[in-house]
């Protein structure tokens, strides 16, 4: 009684949010998420959200279903939830937007809703949530998909932690010998995007790397461009390198960026008077 008590005021949150049919859809794989075998983790369904006057594809027994409500529910990024982007939100040009590990593209989805004139580049390395970013943003044709890992230079990269979950692949550098000559993953650095899709300036850059924002921020290759982002939104991962926020809060003190904390996120702006 208790546990569908819990489900039912779930529901009662996300009913704005979704609708009818689909909050019936959600209830339903809240409830089997911890008895669903696992030949089913992959199953897809989508989910109508009224915001976005859009479907949005997820794999209801994995970690995506904490992603749509963070997005939707707690409005993640959105100003008036729990991440009050607000200064973003109110500029008038926002021109181009790099989200980094975009997972099943949610950021790029509502970004690409919000500034439909901004031209978006949708980063991420794992190939099942590259297949779920390529559905879940194919109506949107400002985004751009890539299917790589962000590094500091070209490279080839392999997932540390295939076990882990679908919000928590790790990259390393390989070497051929590692993986063969064909099992790796492209790695790709912010520089190198800019260059490619012809980005003079980045107006937002999401980074979600999952500790490899230590790797690519202590190197100095980075000052090109950071000195040409103004938003940098980023999730720090404490638990990849010991001291690495701090290393992180006083590259990007130097570079510029005011601070602003907001639970798992951090959001850097770019001081106009650097």
Not at 81 to 88: A, K, L, M
Not at 130 to 137: A, D, G, P, Q, V
Not at 240 to 257: A, H, P
Request: aromatic share 14%; glycine share 6%.
């Amino acid at each position: 009684m208790n546990t569908f008590f819990i489900r039912f005021c779930l529901v009662w949150n996300m009913f704005p949010k979704f609708g009818l049919w689909s909050d019936i859809k959600l209830l339903f794989w809240s409830f089997c998420r911890k008895v669903v075998k696992k030949q089913y983790k992959e199953h897809v369904g989508s989910v109508y959200v009224k915001k976005l006057k859009k479907s949005v594809w997820i794999r209801p027994y994995t970690s995506d279903f904490g992603e749509l409500l963070d997005f939707f529910v707690n409005e993640k990024y959105e100003k008036g939830g729990h991440y009050e982007f607000s200064q973003i939100n109110s500029e008038e040009k926002i021109d181009y937007i790099i989200d980094g590990g975009a997972n099943i593209g949610l950021f790029s989805l509502v970004y690409g809703v919000k500034f439909p004139e901004a031209s978006i580049i949708a980063i991420e390395p794992d190939d099942n949530n590259y297949k779920m970013l390529k559905r879940n943003c194919a109506c949107i044709k400002n985004v751009k998909t890539i299917h790589a890992g962000i590094w500091y230079r070209k490279a080839k990269l392999g997932i540390q932690n295939p076990e882990a979950h679908a919000d928590c692949f790790t990259v390393k550098e390989i070497e051929n010998s590692d993986y063969g000559t064909t099992d790796f993953i492209k790695g790709i650095s912010i520089l190198h995007v800019m260059e490619k899709y012809d980005i003079p300036r980045i107006d937002v850059l999401k980074l979600d790397i999952e500790g490899t924002e230590f790797c690519i921020l202590r190197e100095n290759s980075c000052d090109e461009w950071l000195d040409k982002t103004r938003f940098l939104i980023m999730e720090i991962h404490d638990k990849y390198l010991e001291n690495g926020r701090e290393m992180i809060y006083s590259r990007l003190k130097e570079k510029g960026f005011e601070h602003f904390d907001y639970v798992r996120d951090d959001l850097f702006i770019k001081n106009d008077e650097t």
